[in-house]
């Protein structure tokens, strides 16, 4: 099949407003986030002045991705320290928030870390709260390094594996800006194919039930001028088949030991379909996704998200308003669904993780433990 769509045209990329960003009004600090509920219609900041408002947040996706959902839960625990809240409390609510993507218990331990810190110093709470704070943007810092380190190593991979050049990489769910304290991991490493000339084509995943492909690495690629287009999570089969994709280049949620990697839910079956097609599979990840005290796949808690979201199509502002129950039914009333928001592709069908401490390949449990003592992730 020919190239036959139209190219975006290629330009300066416009400014988005900031994904996540601490704020000091007068009333007190803030979290900031970019609502991703919204997002295409509509740039809208959603402002958390308390735990409870940002777990839900978090429960919604106003705030999504692995990465991302580590930054938040850092400030989190900083903007209960310096608010007077119960600092435990919210590190336990904000770590229950949402199970699969390991990055948010581990942003949460890591600002609660440095607030524990300095109180047995001797600190005061504001003190205490001040050290949380500085832990989060530490965190935020690392992850936007983290992401061009893995943008880098990711070219060269893509580099490598196809030397001809004109990439056509399909994708799915969203693992851009949106995500990260940077340009994002699998987006990343597809943007900087982009501006290298050698991006032919960015094959963009719907992601049902909550549209993450549509929605926002659609919104993304726009803003950034790549060569896009959007299919539905079922097309991938015959695109395949057609010889349309080069790679996949896809985000994690979790790597456990074994190098089993749980994303967005129809993942695996792009693994399995890449493996039959003899296409790379490539997760892009920074080592702050991999937990090494989860053994295997089977034992990744994957979040069963409610049926709503597939019995009904609700509109970004519609869920952003309440959730599931306001959409319009596409199935019957009392149709049960299976909504699982992640599945977990075997490390066998993995061609590469690539990380900020580089590429590896093949996948194995001790590649994985030596990225982690060299990020020093142990
Ligand atoms: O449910 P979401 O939107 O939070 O799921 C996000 C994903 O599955 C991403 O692919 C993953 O977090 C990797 S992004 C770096």
Redesign the pocket.
Known sequence: MADQFVQNPVGAEPPMLPVLRWDEPPEGPVLVLLDQTRLPIEEVELVCTDVPALVRAIQT?AV????L?GIAGAYGVALAAVRGYDVEEAVGLLEQA?PT?VNLGYGVRQAAAAYRAAAEKGADAEQAGQAALAAARGLHEEDAAASARMAEHGLVLLDELLPGGGHRILT????GAL??GGE???FAVSLAAHRAGRLRRLWVDETRP?L?GARLTAYEAARCGMPYTLLTDNAAGSLFAAGEVDAVL????RIAADGSVA??VG?YPLAVLAKYHHVPFIV??PTT?VDLSTPDGASIEVEQRPGQEVTEVTSPQMAAAGGGGSGLPVAPLGTQAYNP??DVTPPDLVTAIVTEQGALSPVTGGGIADLCVRSRQV
């Open positions: 996706l999504r991705g692995a990465p959902l949402r993507a799915h769910c969203n693992t995500v990260s994002g991991t699998a909550l993450q896809i985000g994690a949620d994303n967005k993942s892009v990840a996704t928001a992640f």
